[in-house]
């Protein structure tokens, strides 16, 4: 089996994994990810954090934006359009639409944002690999950003989508930052 077959079969079994997660014990994990990734240095030090609208059963880790705001920090989500991906200033009172794919998402006309040596971008995905490998949906939108990126990057999943390593192919870029709700997993 090629990678890439490894990596759809795997996000089949996956998204379904995460599908049964029953409310209260998704709501209780994604409490404890939102502690810890609140606890993070990168967090705490972040100027801009990219964050993302929880899909497909992700963590929902929304709660952070009004903390970030809080601190003083600017949030922003991400936008895709053309092929691209970009990132929106985003609010309390910025109503979201959906992007080309149905995605809610910043409308076009909010503030463009542009990211430091400071910024943190939030990572979504359904598995991350001890050594840092992610698994996401296979659109590459986020290897294709993070390509010219200059901060830190961060992936908060559940635990029991850890694995030892994930198929990857040379376009895969790793998160730096891999943190459950049993707490931060340093890449090896």
Known sequence: MTPAEEKKALRQRLLAERKAINGSEKAALDLA???????AEAFRQAD???GFLP????????????????LGKTVALPRCANGEMYFLAFSAETVCVPDQFGILAPP???PLVHGTK???????????GRDGTRLGYGGGFYDRFLTSFAGHTLFALYHR????????????????IIITEKGVITPL
Do not use: K, M, N, Y
């Not at 059963?57 to 709660?63: A, C, F, I, S, W």
């Open 33 to 39: 990810l939102c502690t810890h990734v609140a606890q």
């Open 48 to 50: 801009l954090v990219l």
């Open 55 to 70: 899909i497909r059963g992700e963590p929902d880790l929304t709660p952070l934006f009004d903390l970030a705001r809080s």
């Open 108 to 110: 076009p006309d909010a």
């Open 118 to 128: 400071d910024t943190l971008c939030l990572l979504p995905g359904l598995a991350a």
């Open 161 to 176: 989508f850890l694995f030892p390593t994930l198929p990857t192919d040379f376009l895969d870029l790793p998160a730096e």
